[in-house]
């Protein structure tokens, strides 16, 4: 079992930015993807952004321009860089990583974002 760590949640105003970060016990490198998805009350959990272990990111349409992905091999990280933050992007975000096995999860973390 892989337990992933986040970090970064909070309140946040709209329009402001909050950065959040996901460390993986084991190498990273094992995972073909990495990404965070998220889930608002009374929704299905959805994309929102993933990293490859080449060069290749994937975003939702509702967050391209203003999300941001990087994954650190090196620090076994990955992190969502949020930015413009709107009251829709209120949700809890989760990590995922995916390798041979199969998907991964971390608890998740609450973003809030005031209007």
């Known amino acids: 079992q892989v337990q992933l760590v986040e970090s970064g949640g909070g309140l946040v105003q709209a329009g402001g930015p909050l950065r959040l970060s996901c460390v993986t016990p084991?190498?990273?490198?094992?995972?073909?993807?990495m990404g965070w998805y998220r889930q608002a009350p009374g929704k299905q959990r959805e994309l929102v952004a993933t990293?490859?272990?080449?060069?290749?990111?994937n975003y939702a349409d509702s967050v391209k321009g203003r999300f941001a992905i990087s994954r650190d091999d090196a620090k076994n990280t990955v992190t969502l860089q949020m930015s413009s933050l709107k009251p829709e992007d209120t949700a809890v975000y989760y990590c995922?990583?995916?390798?041979?096995?199969?998907?991964?999860w971390g608890q998740g973390t609450q973003v809030t974002v005031s209007s």
């Open positions: 995922n990583t995916r390798d041979f096995r199969g998907d991964y």
């Open positions: 084991v190498r990273s490198l094992r995972f073909n993807l």
């Open positions: 990293a490859s272990n080449g060069v290749l990111t």
